[in-house]
């Protein structure tokens, strides 16, 4: 008979950006966050700033581009 292989749990982390509680499935290879797309250049500020995963919020809204100004009104 064969052994079931038990798949990783995903983990409860909790995020440094805003303190909200989430799920990380890092360890079952399959997390929400692999579908964010970050710069290298974010990456390496976020890496600066924080320690561990972000939020999918914080996640979404970091990543998110940059609204244009608008330009005043005379």
């Given at each position: 008979?064969?052994?079931?292989?038990?798949?990783?749990?995903?983990?409860?982390?909790?995020?440094?950006?805003?303190?909200?509680?989430?799920?990380c499935?890092?360890?079952?290879?399959?997390?929400?966050?692999?579908?964010?797309?970050?710069?290298?250049?974010?990456?390496?500020?976020?890496?600066?700033?924080?320690?561990?995963?972000?939020?999918?919020?914080?996640?979404?809204?970091?990543?998110?581009?940059?609204?244009?100004?608008?330009?005043?009104l005379?």
């Amino acid at each position: 008979m064969a052994a079931l292989r038990r798949q990783p749990a995903s983990r409860t982390d909790r995020c440094p950006r805003c303190d909200a509680t989430f799920g990380c499935g890092v360890a079952t290879g399959n997390c929400w966050c692999s579908a964010v797309t970050l710069t290298p250049e974010l990456r390496g500020e976020l890496a600066k700033d924080y320690e561990g995963c972000l939020c999918p919020a914080c996640l979404r809204e970091l990543s998110a581009p940059a609204a244009p100004a608008v330009p005043s009104l005379p």
